[in-house]
């Protein structure tokens, strides 16, 4: 596994990342709306409606990031950490709410194109918005990877899509500008649109597959097979120690995997439950943030979750 982050990325904790990212949102709805005013451009309106989707993405993202930290409870043994899912799936219903107000107001444009004013000022504040979420999106990105934090991922991504609308709107309203085409620009908000549908549905699918108990990531699966790997034992060819019925899911910044050790029926209590410990803390060390759940079994016993009568 690769060594630990740096503690800088370790600070900047998803509650904070999430609470400068809502006071970045209300700078670029000021800047992109200023440079709507200004220009009277579509695009740029596209823009600025991206722009409140990403207010409202950050501050329910930060809501829920608060509500994933709280503890277990007697309500909730298992703790609150997917409610990060709940985060990426409200992301993805904004972002689609977006792209479809977008798709109206170019429309209508695309009709009757109208012409364009000040763009000097209005792509300046656009580019100067810009700088400020892709700064912003790279930094929570990072962090997301080192908190495996759903909620912020999701608003990084958001964030990320914004600099490429914004990208977008530049280049469509320069070459409407340099052309004369006005239609250019309700062109260039469709387009605009399509991408940001697109990032919605894609968080959709994440946030629901997380809701559904996916399984850890391949990556983090071949390091759990590892370790189980190490602790397996043989002696003249008969298993001594093994392993099997490993299931592994994903809640929020957690890992989780159950699994059987078999051993040795005449192993006393004492000796089966200090190896148990030993394959937990080594699981532990090797991926941060799992839980590991180990049932004990002899070996000759087998354990069988699929029987006809256990699904009806």
Request: no cysteine; charged share 20%; aromatic share 8%.
């Amino acid at each position: 596994m690769a060594s630990s982050p740096p503690s800088l990325w370790r600070r900047l904790t998803p509650q904070r990342l999430l609470a400068v990212s809502v006071g970045v949102a209300v700078a670029t709805i000021v800047l992109k709306t200023l440079a709507w005013w200004l220009t009277d451009s579509v695009g740029l309106l596209s823009d600025a409606l991206e722009s409140l989707v990403n207010l409202a993405g950050a501050m329910f993202g930060l809501w829920m990031v608060t509500v994933a930290a709280r503890p277990a409870d007697d309500a909730h043994p298992y703790g609150h950490h997917k409610a990060e899912y709940f985060s990426a799936g409200f992301e993805g219903l904004l972002i689609l709410a977006a792209a479809a107000g977008i798709a109206w107001a170019a429309l209508q444009r695309l009709w009757m194109p109208q012409p364009l004013q000040r763009l000097d000022w209005g792509l300046a504040l656009s580019v100067l918005s810009s700088v400020l979420n892709g700064t912003l999106a790279w930094v929570m990105l990072r962090a997301a990877r080192v908190h495996r934090s759903a909620a912020l991922e999701g608003d990084a991504r958001h964030l990320f899509t914004d600099v490429w609308t914004s990208a977008g709107v530049v280049v469509g309203l320069g070459l409407a500008a340099a052309t004369g085409w006005l239609w250019l620009d309700a062109l260039v908000a469709l387009a605009v649109g399509a991408n940001i549908a697109r990032e919605g549905t894609r968080l959709l699918w994440q946030a629901s597959q997380g809701l559904m108990d996916e399984a850890v990531e391949p990556e983090v699966r071949a390091e759990i097979d590892r370790v189980l790997q190490g602790f397996a034992h043989q002696r003249d060819g008969v298993e001594i120690v093994r392993f099997d019925h490993v299931h592994t899911r994903k809640a929020g910044q957690r890992r989780y995997v159950d699994l059987h050790m078999h051993m040795p029926a005449n192993w006393t209590l004492g000796r089966a439950a200090a190896l148990r410990l030993s394959v937990e803390q080594a699981l532990m060390s090797a991926v941060p943030g799992l839980r590991a759940t180990i049932q004990l079994l002899p070996s000759d016993v087998e354990a069988h979750f699929d029987d006809v009568a256990d699904l009806k």
